[in-house]
Each structure stands twice: as structure tokens, then as C-alpha cells.
């Protein structure tokens, strides 16, 4: 054996610690409209958002009194999946409700 393949007998090799960085979060925005229903949107977001009773009316309210209200956070790919499947939803029940992404 050489010298320098005794100097690293016994050694460990470890790769360097990686950075992950976390993923980017989406707000899931729902915009109100002049047809869809105040109960449906309590639907959705009861279904789609797993929202209890009491905080699925209030984000309801804040759509109606305010133009819009935030259902979650989410990363991209969970957020975009919601959109559609709010979108899906509303269309099966004739609705426009219309949802979409914010980065936060």
C-alpha cells in the first residue's frame, strides 16, 4: 500500500450537504360572479378545500362582499389541481365560478 492510500484508509467519503429549497406557495383565489351561489361556493369550499362550516361561509362572504377570497395556500402544482377542479365542478353544476393562482 502507498502512503497516500494509507492516509485515507479508514476515511469515510460523504457527499456535501445539499440545499433544498422550499417550493414556491400559490394563494387558490375564488372571483365572484353574478350567478353562482353563495351555497355552492360553501360547497366548494367545504369539497374541494376541506374547509369547516363556519370558515368556508366567511371566505364565502369575503368572495361576495369583496370581489374575491383566498381558499388556501398551496405549492403550484396542488394550487393549479384545485383551480381545476373547482372549474370541473362548477361547470358539471352550470356555474361560472371562476378560480385562479396568486405566487405568494
Do not use: W
Not at 369550499?45 to 364565502?60: D, P, Q, Y
Amino acid at each position: 500500500m502507498s502512503r497516500s492510500q494509507k492516509e485515507f484508509e479508514g476515511s469515510v467519503l460523504t457527499d456535501k450537504k445539499q440545499e433544498v429549497d422550499e417550493p414556491s406557495l400559490y394563494k387558490v383565489i375564488l372571483h365572484n360572479d353574478d350567478y353562482t351561489t353563495m351555497d355552492f361556493v360553501v360547497l366548494v369550499l367545504e369539497v374541494i378545500f376541506h374547509k369547516n362550516s363556519l370558515e368556508a361561509n366567511r371566505i364565502m362572504l369575503n368572495v361576495h362582499q369583496q370581489g374575491v377570497g383566498m381558499a388556501g395556500v398551496y405549492p403550484r402544482d396542488v394550487a393549479e389541481t384545485k383551480v381545476i377542479m373547482v372549474h370541473e365542478l362548477a361547470r358539471q353544476q352550470e356555474f361560472p365560478l371562476k378560480c385562479s393562482i396568486e405566487k405568494v
